[in-house]
């Protein structure tokens, strides 16, 4: 992602406004021959130290514009972040010490020596000591910038096996454009598929995802058709990794089928057949949230704030049910044909990674993870609303936050790196999003949302007064 810099204009002219425009003011008779007595001079001179102000002001806020506008690639950006500060500094006291000799003296008189004189030198010095540490300090990210440009070899690339089968529990999406692969633990499964599961008969295979094979099943009591997720219990070697497992499988699988809400997929059932555990879901029919989250097939602003409040909301009713979600990405997210909102997978990742074998395990992409979860942390209902805040920033530009060659990388920019800004890409969304958004994307947890429907308030406070 590039950093656009148009925006740097507006302060050029100023600080070129106030070196015309002052020097000529301060010529004019009506200046000079106008006398303020609360500041013990005239007019004229009043004039030359405000623009002299506005110059020094306007330097600042230039270099923390573009610093907070810079992305932290690990090359020349990252690079010029560092020594944006000290370069500003060491400009601001240059020209604060000529305008002091220019204009101050004949104000103020002669500065009171030696202090000025150390004033003067100590700013010059402490400014270029910080500039040198910045640049000794990054100056691998120069070289870098510098460097013959490899191969771009993305993310996705790394991932082995992508979980859009699983997720989407059997949308259609023939004719829909497809989901960006965004893979998440996946295990292996073998063997021929079951005649039966439980009480559920099952039709035919609908795809392998993030817990192993998906069947469409059959309940023939009362002829509803189910989505059957299953996960191989025989791929565990040790016993007590294998009750570890099953006990925490079950658990999810209750607490999750507590769940009651209509934005949120049902859990039906949940069991184990010869070595195999498996849980009966609703069945869905629709169109996946991450085929939307394409340059070419964004939703208009106000109806993509909608779903993400609806998912706002769905969210924060499983934290009041001691459920956090852990997963939250566009492709468990499911777009009905009646504009129903679907959020699917509820305790999914948690269970996918209770068996740590490292012949029935492969990490995949944590593109929509939170920092703490990116670095291994514990997680709470604020871990899926950093993920939500990476799905709103897909679903409004078609982008994303946070990118990297590398798995590592990515994960030190989740954990690390600013975000990109929103209104970079839509000029045109009001400038409250970009607080929804910064305030959900901040790297402390205690700095987010506490609760998932602060954020949803927020967004439908935002999308009420936005025309239709």
């Known amino acids: 992602m590039t950093t656009s810099w148009g925006w740097i204009g507006p302060y050029f002219i100023v600080i070129a406004l106030a070196i015309l425009v002052g020097p000529f003011l301060a010529t004019l008779p009506l200046f000079t021959h106008t006398f303020i007595r609360p500041l013990g001079m005239n007019a004229a001179q009043a004039v030359r130290f405000v623009a002299d102000g506005i110059c020094l002001l306007m330097i600042w806020f230039a270099a923390s514009r573009a610093k907070r506008d810079l992305l932290d690639n690990g090359k020349g950006q990252t690079f010029l972040r560092a020594i944006l500060f000290p ?41 270029a000591t910080w500039l040198t540490f910045a640049w000794v300090r990054h100056v691998d990210a120069l070289t870098r910038a510098f460097a013959g440009r490899p191969r771009r070899r993305p993310v996705e690339d790394e991932a082995v096996q992508e979980d859009e089968a699983d997720t989407r529990l059997a ?40 817990m192993g094979v998906v069947y469409l099943g059959k309940d023939p009591t009362i002829q509803r058709f189910v989505a059957i997720k299953t996960m191989r219990l025989d791929d565990i070697d040790k016993e007590e990794e294998l009750k570890e497992f099953r006990d925490r ?7 999750t089928g507590r769940l009651s809400h209509p934005n949120i997929v049902t859990v039906y059932d949940a069991g184990e057949q010869e070595g195999l555990a498996y849980i009966a879901m609703e069945y869905l029919e629709g169109t996946l949230l991450s085929c939307y989250c394409q340059k070419s097939t964004l939703v208009p602003a106000k109806q993509a704030l909608q779903i993400v409040a609806t998912v706002a909301d769905a969210l924060d009713y499983a934290h009041s049910q001691g459920v956090i979600h852990r997963d939250v990405k566009p492709p468990n997210i499911m777009i009905l044909k009646q504009r129903l909102v679907k959020v699917m997978d509820f305790g999914i990742a948690k269970m996918a990674s209770a068996s ?21 942390k514990d997680v709470d209902g604020r871990s899926d609303v950093f993920s939500l805040g990476i799905v709103l920033f ?11 060659e590398n798995m590592p990388a990515l994960v030190m920019r989740i954990a690390k790196a600013p975000h990109a800004p929103l209104l970079k ?17 901040q790297k402390e947890i205690q ?5 998932a429907s602060d954020m949803a308030q927020d967004l439908r406070d935002v999308f009420q007064v936005m025309p239709r």
């Not at 700095?447 to 609760?451: E, G, K």
């Open 171 to 210: 949308a259609e999406p023939a004719e829909s454009t497809p989901a960006r692969a965004t893979s998440t633990v996946v295990l292996r499964n073998t063997g021929s598929m079951p005649a039966m599961l439980g009480r559920y008969q099952v039709v035919k295979e609908l795809g392998r995802g993030a």
């Open 356 to 376: 740590k074998t490292q012949s029935s395990m492969i990490v995949g992409t944590p593109r929509y993870m939170s920092p703490e979860q990116a670095t291994g």
């Open 249 to 255: 499988f079950f658990r999810e699988a209750e607490s």
């Open 394 to 404: 897909e679903l409004l530009t078609g982008e994303r936050p946070f990118d990297a």
């Open 447 to 451: 700095n987010r949302y506490r609760h």
């Open 425 to 441: 890409y839509r000029r045109d969304l009001p400038t409250r999003v970009q607080s929804i958004l910064d305030r959900a994307l």
């Open 87 to 127: 370069s500003a500094f060491l400009v601001i006291v240059l020209m604060a010490s000529r305008a002091y000799d220019a204009h101050g003296i004949p104000v103020l008189g002669p500065p009171k020596q030696p202090l000025y004189n150390w004033l003067v030198t100590g700013g010059l010095i402490g400014s």
